[in-house]
């Protein structure tokens, strides 16, 4: 069983700079793949952004892409998700997840945005970016 626990949330302005945490606790960090994902309100749970467990190879979605990275330190078995030039569009309580699988390919590509590839989830921190 791992736990996850987000933090790092909060409320800025447009154009600024966040970086939200999860720290996993419970078992080894290692073999894992770990993704973020975000809900705003009246929306669906949309991907935001992976990285797998061997390589560090890394998926972003099209929205966040070039403005969002997601580095991880094993050693502190926490991933982070760097949020810059943030949108309006970008509020929303976002998620890690953790995927004990260590990433899903499809041949060479990475890819992990599908809800379902994770098997454990955070409880969520908000993000509020005012515009």
């Known amino acids: 069983q791992v736990q996850l626990v987000e933090s790092g949330g909060g409320l800025v302005q447009a154009g600024g700079s966040l970086r939200l945490s999860c720290a996993a606790s419970?078992?080894?960090?290692?073999?894992?793949?770990m993704g973020w994902f975000r809900q705003a309100p009246g929306k669906e749970c949309e991907f935001v952004a992976a990285?797998?467990?061997?390589?560090?190879?890394?998926y972003y979605a099209d929205s966040v892409k070039g403005r969002f990275t997601i580095p991880r330190d094993n050693a502190k078995n926490t991933v982070y998700l760097q949020m810059n030039s943030l949108k309006a569009e970008d509020t929303a309580v976002y998620y890690c997840?953790?995927?004990?699988?260590?990433?899903?390919?499809?041949?060479?590509?990475?890819?992990?945005?599908?809800?379902?590839?994770?098997?454990?989830w955070g409880q969520g921190t908000q993000v509020t970016v005012s515009s």
């Open positions: 419970g078992r080894t960090f290692s073999g894992y793949a």
């Open positions: 990285i797998s467990w061997s390589l560090g190879n890394t």
């Open positions: 997840a953790a995927d004990p699988k260590g990433g899903i390919y499809y041949g060479s590509t990475y890819r992990n945005s599908l809800q379902y590839e994770y098997e454990y």
